[in-house]
């Protein structure tokens, strides 16, 4: 702190801080969560850190960020790691599972391996798809490419959203996925994806 913010503490102020907020923590991470969510973004963050030894290694914080049917987003949990996999990724949802969320609609994720099997395992309804990254389009075309996809999030009713996602679709598919090199980057197949997205639009669109 005193590197970076010209301020020096203590040890034993840290210590007294952090004993005043760990109960609040506890009680935020085993807080109970609502039923239902319909969108949950899975991603892990690494960060360096100084270990125990004073050895600098790294971390992952798994973040779910979900939404609810009123559009709001809450993040639904943190959970720290030494790595990145699809094991703890399960132990995350079972953790969600066991706070009450009985079911999600559609799962977005990168293409971290075995980790929709992980979420089929636990929530077997649940439609899984990759997201999109902005990389796949070129730098010049991003700008052009992000007005063109607000218009189909800007749609004033869910039959002008489908027709701004197709125009979306033709305008810039063979782009991206030539970029990308892979399919996946669009999404993955679920017997029920379909019902599912309608249903989500349904939510949001009137």
């Known amino acids: 702190m005193e590197e970076n913010l010209g301020n020096r503490v203590s040890a034993d102020t840290i210590s007294a801080i952090t004993d005043h907020i760990l109960p609040e923590i506890k009680a935020w991470k085993s807080r109970m969560l609502t039923p239902l969510s319909n969108i949950v973004w899975m991603d892990a963050i690494h960060y360096k850190v100084t270990d125990e030894r004073g050895c600098t290694v790294t971390r992952a914080i798994y973040n779910v960020l979900g939404i609810n049917r009123e ?22 949802l079972t953790d969600l599972q066991n706070r009450e969320i009985e079911d999600i609609l559609i799962a977005c994720i990168d293409g971290l391996k075995g980790l929709p099997k992980a979420i ?13 990254y902005i990389k796949y389009v070129s ?38 996925l030539s970029s ?23 939510l949001y669109i009137p």
């Open 139 to 176: 730098s010049k075309n991003q700008k052009e490419f992000l007005k063109d996809l607000k218009c189909v999030y800007q749609a004033v009713n869910k039959e002008s959203a489908e027709d701004e996602l197709l125009k979306l679709d033709e305008k810039w598919r063979n782009s991206i």
């Open 180 to 202: 990308s090199n892979s399919s996946k980057t669009t999404g993955i197949s679920c017997p029920n994806t379909s019902c599912i997205l309608q249903q989500s639009v349904s």
């Open 71 to 92: 559009g709001h987003k809450k993040l639904l949990g943190m959970y720290i790691s030494r790595n990145e996999g699809a094991n703890f990724w399960l132990s995350v």
């Open 120 to 132: 089929q395992s636990v929530y077997p309804n649940t439609a899984v798809s990759f997201v999109w």
